[in-house]
């Protein structure tokens, strides 16, 4: 195969009925396939089934009374201590939550809304406040921005990181700019990592707004698919290094290392802000759930154990990578409609169509019974400007029905990009 | 021992000596003993340590693979069964949560602060919003008001409830009046239970403001001491029999079922706001701990199972009100410096010293290592206007303390009784 672009028209007419056929033909097989959500698959979820024996009704809780009613409100300290290793800060920066990190972000939002950071005004009672939305990005973030009623801006990303210019250019001079979502590692869904110079770029904002805060949503902090992968400086120390020590709620959760729903989730964040949220928490909460916390802290007593485990997933997730890559590789490098990413870590490989191809690929994959993440799903307003971002979830469904799916995704990309070629 | 009142100045000057050597000497004794809030004791929780291994690495899965990974936001099919059953209603009008019904009004007043009920207006958008507050109430109810600037205004009760004729006087001619707080049964804590006329006149109230939201927070639906027991009448079928389908949210959990803090937690609502709480919660949460609501599932497969549990911990709660309730008999019944409640379930007693004493009482507790739950604690904004009413919690000390403890009590309402008569 030669590429697309240097096709004649009735080669590409050619080529159109052929695909088309085949099209047809995975059409009348019925399928029934989603590459939609970053899930963990069962094999997955299993590895951490002896989790749920850490503990049973022989555990000793003579030391640990307290455990098993009311109170403490930012977690056990055994808890504390696995996510502040986790998160390489100290147990003191730490609050553990109940069983997601995107209720905790969402509760940092409404709090900004209904309350106020450390003493500024809640943002339902200024006239705009706005967002920024590195793109592409994680739709549940923006749905949650959204939903309060907040004006989201997209900043273009390269392979280091957000275009820090324009994140300087928005913080540092517009004080209705109140936050950045960021997924500072394997970022979700283009799978970069950002560069120590976009860490220390973000450190040192001199924002206009005082409760100007970002949010680092850290997700993917331990979740690598190789020996050699990345690993994002830390922003809480560098933030504190600057001299900056509020900028940031950093959030994270074991969703992704044991049960999704069922794990444990924390933020880290300053000692001021700690406290500011902790004052939000008491009136909120009588406590997280301090038994599925225990049950995490034994069954990972120290990083090794986590990084064991955490192999072990990678071995799980690889070779549904490797096996979407290699044919991507195979069926459309040579044609040249398309980029893909390479993510060492994370959940996603972002497939970057040819422009305005996005959404048709996605609707032609429904129609064939594989539901991808919508088309624009990770833009701000689910609006993609080219239309030609679309996140691949490839953990998900079993490794057969990940090549089915991926043969009906390639065989899309190439008819929709056939059919934009003659159309244009 | 006559009534105070009818005692000479001399003879009460006498008993003030006698009873200050008695308090000096407790003091003496550097008690460290907690009356104030009501938690479960240990032997109470211990009754639920069979709940921990209902669920381990053995369980079968294979038909419930969902339940190990996102998603199910309004709770697996069995927990919703099972607190259909508790609140008497049907699976459809009921969300389970994680582990804390009070997080679940927090989230319910927050939601109407920011988005609103049902399309009405976001609360943080009026000038002035007012919530009906019966007297004595709950604290954490009172503080989550408070905490987003809600006015709160006092309503007395008596043993049928609330004043009815001011509810509706309030409810139904203030549109700024968007909720009452209500613990129906057992209430806390003057642990009466609405009578059924009570529950009627509220099903049949006609709320100025389209969003007025009774909280009905039914923490003792099955908290019984005796066999024969309170029941308070279906809010949400007198509701939808009066055409007010819209009118309740009803939260109750297992925290003092099984474990304060790894229960889990629901709500009960008419269908049109189960539908716009779960708008509102789709994008705030992945779904709650279905592993937990698995448990407890697993751990009551239906109301005998709970409530033979229920006996066991009445069993052990019981001696616990019996043996407070028999001291102040003996010791102020003779007295007459006060009332008290005779709760047939729930978690306490309310005492009622004579008018000005209680903060004082509270303090000098307090000075002899007893800590009780703040005087005013149970009214808006801590204000009891005749500084009169004390909770008092006596589920977690152990026996010999909860002994010592009450003891202390009673000798602090003698001394501080006698020192406001001698003060007139």
């Known amino acids: 195969m030669k590429p697309l672009k240097e096709m004649s028209v009735d080669e590409l ?20 396939l989603n590459m939609a959500r970053g899930k963990p698959d069962f094999s997955q979820v299993q590895l951490s089934m002896p989790l749920l024996d850490t503990i049973n009704s022989h555990y000793d809780f003579s030391t640990k009374k307290d455990y098993l009613n ?17 998160l390489e800060t100290t147990p003191e920066h730490i609050i553990v939550y109940g069983n997601s990190s995107l209720t905790i972000m969402f509760d940092q939002i409404s709090r900004g809304y209904t309350h106020g950071y450390l003493g500024n005004t809640p943002w339902c009672r200024l006239d705009k406040v706005k967002f920024l939305c590195p793109v592409p990005g994680y739709d549940r973030h923006f749905a949650i921005t959204e939903h309060f009623g907040i004006e989201m801006i997209p900043i273009s990303m390269d392979d280091n990181g957000p275009d820090m210019d324009l994140v300087e250019k928005y913080v540092n001079h517009d004080d209705s700019v109140k936050g950045i979502w960021c997924v500072p590692q394997y970022a979700n869904p283009s799978g970069i990592t950002y560069s120590d110079e976009v860490v220390q770029r973000f450190a040192h904002l001199k924002p206009a707004a005082k409760d100007f805060r970002i949010f680092w949503d850290n997700a993917y902090i331990i979740h690598h698919l190789y020996d050699k992968h990345d690993h994002v400086m830390n922003i809480l120390e560098a933030c504190e290094e600057a ?13 992704k290392v044991t049960f999704p729903g069922a794990g444990v989730a ?23 759930d301090k038994l599925n916390q225990l049950r995490h802290a034994e069954y990972f007593p120290n990083m090794d154990s986590l990084k064991q485990h955490m192999q072990k997933q990678a071995e799980l997730l690889r070779p549904k990578f490797e096996m979407v890559l290699d044919i991507f590789e195979e069926e459309l490098a040579p044609l040249q409609i398309g980029k893909w990413s390479h993510p060492l870590g994370g959940y996603f490989i972002t497939f970057e169509s040819l422009e305005n191809c996005a959404s048709q690929i996605v609707q032609k994959c429904k129609e064939a019974g594989v539901i991808l993440t919508d088309a624009g799903a ?14 691949i979830a490839p953990s998900f469904p079993p490794l057969d029905e990940l090549k089915q799916a991926t043969e009906l995704f390639v065989l899309c990309v190439k008819l929709v990009s056939v059919e934009k070629l003659l159309s244009l």
């Not at 001299?243 to 969703?255: I, K, M, Q």
């Not at 990770?378 to 030609?388: A, E, L, M, W």
């Open 70 to 86: 009311y109170g403490i409100l930012d977690g056990i300290d055994e808890a504390k201590r696995l996510f502040s290793q986790m």
């Open 378 to 391: 990770t833009f701000p307003y689910g609006k993609d400007p080219d239309d030609s971002t679309i996140r």
């Open 266 to 288: 924390a933020m880290a964040t300053s000692l001021d802000n700690k406290k500011d949220t902790l004052k939000h928490l008491t009136i909120q909460s009588i406590g997280h």
């Open 243 to 255: 001299g900056n020590p509020d900028l940031v709620f950093e959030f994270c959760s074991t969703s």
């Open 13 to 32: 007419k050619d080529l159109h009925q052929q695909l088309s056929n085949q099209y047809q033909n995975i059409k009348d097989l019925h399928l029934q």
